[in-house]
């Protein structure tokens, strides 16, 4: 049974930084992509981040780049996400997900090449 724990959300002023963590278990995870997306209310689920399954390969939505990092530790089973710059927009529940193709780092932007989804994790950024 896979499973993913997200951990790091909270509240922050604008301009302030969260680093998010995501612990996944039950699978191999370093044969499998990694994702996070975010969902504000009243809007659909958005990609924001996305990192293949060696590490190497790293995407991110046009919105977050040069504020967000992604990275992975294989041997501790873990994706982080650190913010920087937070602003208000950013606010919203934040999901870590694993890709359902192993050794596959494409179409990351898209849910649909997610299989597992972590229960997320809330983060408030404040004006």
């Known amino acids: 049974q896979v499973q993913l724990v997200e951990s790091g959300g909270g509240l922050v002023q604008a301009g302030g930084s969260l680093r998010l963590s995501c612990a996944a278990s039950?699978?191999?995870?370093?044969?499998?992509?990694m994702g996070w997306f975010r969902q504000a209310p009243g809007k659909e689920r958005e990609f924001v981040a996305a990192i293949g399954y060696s590490g190497r390969s790293t995407y991110y939505a046009d919105s977050m780049k040069g504020r967000f990092d992604i990275s992975r530790d294989n041997a501790k089973n873990t994706v982080y996400l650190q913010m920087n710059s937070l602003k208000p927009d950013d606010t919203g529940v934040y999901y870590c997900?694993?890709?359902?193709?192993?050794?596959?780092?494409?179409?990351?932007?898209?849910?649909?090449?997610?299989?597992?989804w972590g229960q997320g994790t809330q983060v408030t950024v404040s004006s």
């Open positions: 997900a694993v890709s359902n193709t192993a050794y596959s780092s494409t179409n990351l932007y898209s849910p649909r090449k997610y299989g597992y």
């Open positions: 039950g699978r191999t995870f370093s044969n499998y992509a």
